[in-house]
């Protein structure tokens, strides 16, 4: 799928394992299906989880977030908590991580109980992730694939995956809302950001959001990058809300929907064509709710 990627070697892991932890060496160990195209997971026992990169261009990703998770503490919802950072070397050397498993299923519209609840509770978080202390944290740029970035350094690839999406999108309509947004920019202090809010990095249980996850795209920029969510994830009809819990003006709300608009034809149309599935029913909703979709 990528150019960079890595050979994912189940032996070499349960070498490693042996090495590094034995007393998990030994605990059944499978992989975990996953929209996701930076990490491998592996579910280790019934209690943990096991990341690794995917790819060259991933293994910074995973170490930023080996460096910087422990210390994002007290969030309202719950985050990935490192249990064991290891090394391994699947034709480049990389660490890996061991997390506890977080119980929960992918939040699914299914698998949410009340849409208004959800839409305030990610809200919640965001603006206390939005708080967290930046002082020697990464900055938005190359270490998180640029989320977070002022939206005019993501013009050129924002319109080339636009032409490419002739088939399936207005084109016209796609390249005005970005030239309706792109001169917009955050003149507060950058902040943390989670980069990536869409629904196979967010988890519920019992009907009610209860953790985010995948945290490789994290960096402090411009906060707009996390209110994008509200269409990637947040159902239309609790859109209000979440703007609202999240008191943004217009200019926010403006460059949130472009960096909605960003990721969206950035996947696809790399990823469309039977590399990941999943993951472009995701962006074709996300372009369906800007009303861009043929």
């Known amino acids: 799928m990528h150019a960079d990627s890595l050979a994912i070697d189940v032996a070499a892991i349960r070498r490693q394992l042996a090495e590094q932890t034995p007393l998990w060496a030994d605990l059944p160990m499978h992989r975990i299906n996953s929209s996701g195209t930076d990490n491998a997971l592996f579910r280790l026992g019934n209690e943990l989880l096991l990341r690794l990169p995917l790819r060259e261009s991933a293994i910074a990703f995973l170490s930023k977030e080996?460096?910087?998770?422990?210390?994002?503490?007290?969030?309202?919802?719950?985050?990935p908590r490192l249990r064991h950072r290891g090394g391994i070397n699947l034709g480049q050397p990389c660490e890996f991580g061991i997390f506890d498993w977080i119980d929960g299923a992918i939040a699914t519209p299914e698998a949410i109980g009340d849409a208004d609840e959800a839409a305030v509770a990610l809200a919640v978080f965001i603006?206390?992730?939005?708080?967290?202390?930046?002082?020697?944290?990464?900055?938005?740029?190359?270490?998180?694939?640029?989320?977070?970035?002022?939206?005019?350094?993501?013009?050129?690839?924002?319109?080339?995956?636009?032409?490419?999406?002739?088939?399936?999108?207005?084109?016209?309509?796609?390249?005005?809302?970005?030239?309706?947004?792109?001169?917009?920019?955050?003149?507060?202090?950058?902040?943390?950001?989670?980069?990536?809010?869409?629904?196979?990095?967010?988890?519920?249980?019992?009907?009610?959001?209860?953790?985010?996850?995948?945290?490789?795209?994290?960096?402090?920029?411009?906060?707009?990058?996390?209110?994008?969510?509200?269409?990637?994830?947040?159902?239309?009809?609790?859109?209000?809300?979440?703007?609202?819990?999240?008191?943004?003006?217009?200019?926010?709300?403006?460059?949130?929907?472009?960096?909605?608009?960003?990721?969206?034809?950035?996947?696809?149309?790399?990823?469309?064509?039977?590399?990941?599935?999943?993951?472009?029913?995701q962006c074709r909703l996300t372009l369906s709710r800007l009303g861009l979709l043929l």
């Open 127 to 281: 603006k206390a992730l939005h708080r967290q202390p930046t002082e020697g944290a990464p900055v938005s740029g190359p270490l998180n694939s640029r989320r977070g970035v002022p939206l005019s350094e993501m013009t050129q690839a924002t319109l080339s995956s636009i032409n490419l999406l002739a088939d399936e999108i207005d084109t016209r309509a796609a390249k005005d809302l970005w030239a309706s947004v792109v001169d917009e920019r955050h003149r507060s202090e950058p902040v943390w950001l989670h980069g990536d809010l869409k629904g196979d990095n967010l988890l519920a249980k019992d009907g009610r959001l209860v953790a985010v996850i995948d945290w490789g795209l994290s960096a402090v920029g411009d906060p707009a990058a996390d209110h994008a969510a509200a269409w990637t994830w947040i159902q239309p009809s609790s859109r209000k809300q979440f703007r609202d819990a999240l008191e943004l003006d217009d200019g926010d709300w403006q460059r949130a929907k472009g960096w909605a608009l960003y990721g969206a034809v950035i996947a696809l149309s790399y990823y469309r064509g039977g590399k990941n599935e999943a993951l472009c029913r």
């Open 66 to 79: 080996l460096d910087w998770l422990p210390r994002l503490i007290g969030l309202p919802l719950a985050i």
